[in-house]
């Protein structure tokens, strides 16, 4: 049984040099979330992103409301991709 007495110099340098590696790891990690969430998916192992976990939290309405702001820009990209392909086209065809 350890008594709270006997915390010698030892025991706070093993925690700090604890807490610096965890906070080292935490922002090494944070740093290449990407790449170590992706190779970890590829290990099998299913990690939820930020953005998945925020959804799990919103009720109907805010569902609704992020489906169709994201209907919105897939349109967007949908058209300007097309504009693009369309004056590529344009341009071979002129040339």
């Known amino acids: 049984m350890i008594k709270f007495g006997s915390v010698k110099k030892e025991h706070l340098v ?11 790891g935490y922002y090494l990690y944070k740093k290449n979330q990407s790449k170590v ?20 939290n919103m009720n109907l309405e805010e569902l609704m409301t992020t489906k169709e702001h ?8 949908e058209l300007s991709t097309n504009t693009t392909i369309s004056e590529a086209a344009v341009e ?3 040339k």
């Open 37 to 56: 969430d992706s190779f970890l998916r590829k290990q099998g192992i299913n990690i939820k992103t930020s953005s998945q976990a925020a959804y799990d």
């Open 70 to 77: 994201l209907e919105d820009l897939i349109a967007e990209k």
């Open 92 to 94: 071979v065809k002129t």
């Open 14 to 24: 093993g925690a700090a040099i604890g807490v610096g590696t965890v906070a080292a």
